[in-house]
Nanobody, 127 residues
Framework: QVQLVESVGGLVQAGGSLRLSCAAS????????LGWFRQAPGKEREFVSA????????SYADSVKGRISMFRDNAKSTVYLQMNSLKPEDTAVYYC????????????????????WGQGTQVTVSS
């Protein structure tokens, strides 16, 4: 079983950058598709980005395209979310999620497609 732990988030000025990481323990990390979701106060948890377990495909929400990218390092069992040009509306608790799929190129975009979740980390963007 894979356990996921996000790095500590932080406070950043609008226009700034922040990198989150999600470290995994377990024996099957390389076979897990990984995603990032976020939830602002009073809002539903929403999809941010995801990457297939092959690492060959990725997907991003329209709201973050061009500003946010994902990277995975299977040797370190870690996935990263690089966030640039941050906006106040990016403020949320960010969650790392994982799920196993037979298709190595599959990029899950649905909340209900993941069965492993980190505890979340707070990201606050000030104006």
């Amino acid at each position: 079983q894979v356990q996921l732990v996000e790095s500590v988030g932080g406070l950043v000025q609008a226009g700034g950058s922040l990198r989150l990481s999600c470290a995994a323990s377990g024996l099957t990390f390389s076979r897990y598709a990984l995603g990032w979701f976020r939830q602002a106060p009073g809002k539903e948890r929403e999809f941010v980005s995801a990457i297939s377990w092959s690492g060959g495909r990725s997907s991003y929400a329209d709201s973050v395209k061009g500003r946010i990218s994902m990277f995975r390092d299977n040797a370190k069992s870690t996935v990263y979310l690089q966030m640039n040009s941050l906006k106040p509306e990016d403020t949320a608790v960010y969650y790392c999620a994982g799920g196993y799929f037979r298709n190595s190129e599959y990029v899950p975009g649905g909340l209900n497609e993941y069965d492993r979740w980190g505890q979340g980390t707070q990201v606050t963007v000030s104006s």
